[in-house]
């Protein structure tokens, strides 16, 4: 475990219900070139991604693509 970890593993000490990983995709949408990238390459782009919560509501996650890994960031 790390130095702030309070748990060996991220889902331990967790409600299930509550578990980011268990959530549905509903939509991902490209919102143009990121504004404030982390380098100088060119060709970031930012993304919205949004995924329904089993307490029945919907969360909207930004996030930038590396241009040459194709990650998010």
């Known amino acids: 475990m790390g130095p702030h970890e309070l748990w ?3 889902w331990e000490g967790l409600p299930e219900e509550e578990a980011a990983w ?3 995709l509903v939509d991902e949408e490209e919102n143009g070139l990121t504004k404030t990238p982390p380098n100088n390459r060119p060709g ?3 993304w919205y991604c949004i995924y329904h919560e ?3 509501t919907n969360i909207k996650i930004s996030a930038d693509r590396d241009p040459q ?3 998010m960031v």
């Open 44 to 46: 970031w782009k930012r």
């Open 8 to 10: 060996d593993e991220p």
């Open 22 to 24: 268990e959530w549905d």
């Open 54 to 56: 089993p307490r029945c």
């Open 69 to 71: 890994s194709g990650k």
